[in-house]
């Protein structure tokens, strides 16, 4: 608690410092390092985010704090002020605290002097200020420790040096304990030690935009661990080792380290969080509020785990605990969650092996040497008589949308169907589409269509038909069975390529077999042409004499969606070697996907070289999908046309996630269920970097990187020169 006493104390160091030209000194090189780092990882990156910011803020407050801290009470005892200031009619914990607060108000007007990127960086892109608010708590908590142990430290010797190597030693050693090369080279539970005491590990979880209850703990904790044996360092010194007082106050000042630790056990086990992220990334989404409210029996869940996980895997643990207890919660009981231990348990281990959870082999340090162990860390599900299971949980990103979508796999009464066209060299269900058929198959039953022999094409059954990218002719037949499914109610999604692209000539060609002369009759058309985006696109590597570079690709436009009702959450995907798509007045069409103003498109002569000079004029916001909310002569079937097939391959989902979210959105649509769609839009959606001229990157950019560090100088300069101008006139007086 800070009083009147300690408050004079605290503001009396800040005048200290900001009186001193070191000082500002200091803060220009804090704030100069810190966003040169942060735009040069930024930019590259392309996500408008303060992650690279505060990957690195860790290390440069190692440096930072230490000088700033070094003199707290150093300094007083090298001038001999010490005993006139211990004298004083105020108390040692007035003084400590004031010291602290003083040098930590320092550091954190230090923090907040970066604030302006985080301010502007909105000009580029979509920022999540609930992150950045994390991210800034935890930095000023982490601040908050190396203050502690400086103000430690600083007790310990007259010499300001030595009191900042012992204070840097310290915060080192506090960072790496959490790495993984640290925890790695440890015996299991040391690791574990090791991982519970390392400030890089609570930090880095409360970057995630998550204040949990066992990071605060320990943060505090640890200041006021720190903050006990400095208190013992400063009265040790004033009394004799051999009075009771002086074993009295090692007594209380052990017993002080010792609830904080036992404070920090204690927290391990409570579970109580703050979800400041846009989108509630870590709190459960009503679509799984729903489906876990409409369960009609129990649904089984058994969490298997090794005893002894590495480091990463051990935090992976707890959130997959966490995560798991919040459906136990949610569900009012009906999901039922087990852990269970399959190592030195055979029954279990064959257990686990019959639901799907397979063993993972991690290094562990055994007598002086590495050891390769079979482990767990899988998730069952049963529902009756059936089972599903995620066989190994890498990560939680996306273990919400897995483990819901399994429960509903498995309970759900009347599952629609979605067919894939095939038989026309469209991308197939299981083969360049496996991970779109495969999400699709956690919500829906799906299956492959083709025309076989006098029964011609059979859609009986089938809710949605993807076409995705056919180039070999489809009879009349069978467009007269597509025309007679959708008429009757049925939907589709017709993914077209105008073009057929081969990359390793660097051309495309026209495909006259696309369909898209057979979707005129509904007013849509696929244009013949290849549309890139100057503004907004993707990078490709190119290879030089100088090695590999990271160029501009503009034939990769990272499209807008412009339709929330069938995207949900995803702000943008990425289509390649994309068409742009038109319809009619009376169609009814609702835009999708719609390209930046800086859009042209080649109509001939299809050049895919990345090092090619691109078309300035005629540039124009293009659309790239559209939406029929009501086509057939029934007027009950819907349809989506997208001038692209490519962007849902699995080559394409690996680099972005989005765009199967954003396939599986539009089928989700088409037929009428979103059920499983809130939870991949909250984890799909990129926050991309995205200027929307050159002159305005750069002002954001040089506008931070130089505007700050001179407004900071050019304020210590007239702060310190109307200081020597009060003093010059107190001195004639």
């Known amino acids: 608690m800070i009083t009147r006493a300690s408050w004079t104390i605290a503001r009396k160091e800040l005048k200290s410092y900001i009186d001193r030209p070191a000082a500002y000194i200091l803060l220009v090189v804090f704030v100069a390092i810190s966003l040169f780092l942060f735009f040069r990882t930024a930019f590259l990156s392309g996500e408008a985010s303060m992650r690279p910011l505060f990957n690195v803020i860790p290390w440069i407050l190692l440096f930072f704090v230490p000088p700033i801290t070094m003199r707290l009470f150093s300094e007083e005892e090298k001038q001999g002020t010490m005993e006139l200031l211990l004298t004083q009619p105020i108390s040692d914990l007035d003084i400590l605290v004031g010291k602290f607060a003083g040098a930590l108000i320092f550091v954190a007007l230090a923090l907040a002097s970066t604030l302006p990127v985080a301010l502007t960086l909105r000009l580029g892109g979509p920022v999540d200020y609930g992150i950045v608010f994390s991210q800034y708590l935890g930095a000023l908590l982490l601040s908050a420790v190396f203050v502690a142990t400086g103000l430690f430290a600083s007790g310990l010797t007259s010499n300001q040096v030595v009191a900042s190597i012992i204070a840097m030693t310290i915060n080192f050693g506090l960072l790496i304990l959490g790495f993984d090369a640290v925890l790695l080279a440890a015996p299991y539970v040391i690791g574990q030690v ?31 661990g720190f903050g006990a044996l400095a208190y013992f360092t400063l009265k040790a010194k ?50 799984t ?7 009609e029996d129990v649904v089984t869940v058994k969490l298997y785990a090794s005893p002894e996980l590495p480091g990463e895997l051990a935090l992976t643990f707890r959130d997959t605990r966490d995560l798991l207890s919040d459906y136990a919660r949610t569900s009012r009981g009906k999901v039922q969650v087990k852990t269970l231990y399959p190592v030195g348990e055979d029954k279990v281990a064959q257990e686990a092996a019959a639901a799907g959870v397979r063993q993972v082999q ?9 050891q390769l162990k079979n482990g767990y860390l899988g998730i069952a599900v049963q529902f009756g008589s059936k089972k599903e299971a995620v066989p190994f949980v890498q990560s939680t990103e996306d273990l919400e949308y897995q483990l819901t979508g399994l429960i509903h ?8 169907t979605v067919a894939f066209l095939a038989g026309h060299g469209e991308k197939g269900q299981y083969k360049e589409l496996a991970t779109f058929g495969q999400e699709l198959s956690k919500q829906y039953e799906t299956k492959e269509v083709s025309a076989s022999g006098k029964k011609g094409l059979d859609l009986k059954g089938v809710s949605t038909l993807v076409v995705a990218g056919p180039n070999q002719k489809i009879d009349k037949a069978e467009r007269q069975a597509i025309t007679k499914f959708l008429d009757s109610g049925g939907n589709a999604l017709f993914l077209i390529d105008a073009l057929t692209v081969n990359p390793q000539f660097l051309m495309g060609m026209p495909n006259p077999n696309s369909l898209a002369d057979y979707l005129k009759q509904f007013g849509v058309g696929v244009k013949e042409d290849m549309v890139y985006d100057l503004q907004s696109h993707e990078t490709v590597q190119l290879n030089s004499d100088a090695g590999p ?10 499209v807008a969606l412009v339709s929330p009702e069938v995207g949900g959450e995803i702000r943008s995907i990425v289509l390649p070697w994309a068409s742009s798509v038109e319809a009619s007045k009376g169609a009814g069409a609702v835009p999708l996907l719609r390209t930046t103003e800086a859009a042209g498109a080649q109509t001939k002569d299809f050049n895919i070289a990345p090092d090619q000079a691109f078309a300035e004029k005629g540039l124009a916001p293009r659309s790239m999908a559209l939406a029929l909310p009501k086509v057939g002569s029934s007027g009950k079937g819907r349809l989506i046309v997208v001038g692209n097939s490519s962007f849902v391959t699995d080559d394409f989902a690996r680099q ?54 001179i407004l900071i100088a050019l304020y210590g300069m007239l702060h310190l020169l109307k200081r020597r101008r009060i003093a010059r006139e107190g001195s004639r007086g």
């Open 656 to 709: 972005a996630p989005e765009n199967v979210a954003f396939a599986l959105n539009s089928v989700d649509w088409l037929t009428q269920q979103k059920s499983l769609g809130e939870i991949r839009s909250k984890r799909s959606q990129p926050r991309r970097l995205a200027f929307s001229s050159d002159l305005l990157r750069q002002t954001v950019h040089y506008g931070n990187l130089i505007g700050i560090p």
């Open 289 to 295: 509020e729903r489906i876990l409210g409409d369960l």
């Open 362 to 370: 991690f290094n562990v340090v055994g007598q002086d040497e590495f």
């Open 409 to 416: 796999k498995l309970t759900a009464k009347d599952r629609k």
């Open 238 to 287: 004033r009394i004799s080792k051999s009075s009771p007082y002086y074993r009295n106050l090692q007594s209380g000042v052990a017993a002080l380290v010792a609830i904080c630790v036992i404070a920090n056990v204690l927290a391990g086990y409570a579970w109580l969080r703050a979800d400041l992220t846009e989108n509630n990334l870590f709190t459960l989404s009503p679509a």
């Open 194 to 224: 090791f991982q519970s005491v390392s400030a890089l590990t609570h930090f880095e979880n409360m970057g995630r935009g998550v204040i949990d209850l066992r990071d605060v703990v320990y943060f505090v904790g640890m200041v006021a």
């Open 549 to 558: 570079v990271m160029a501009p690709y503009p034939l990769w436009p990272r």
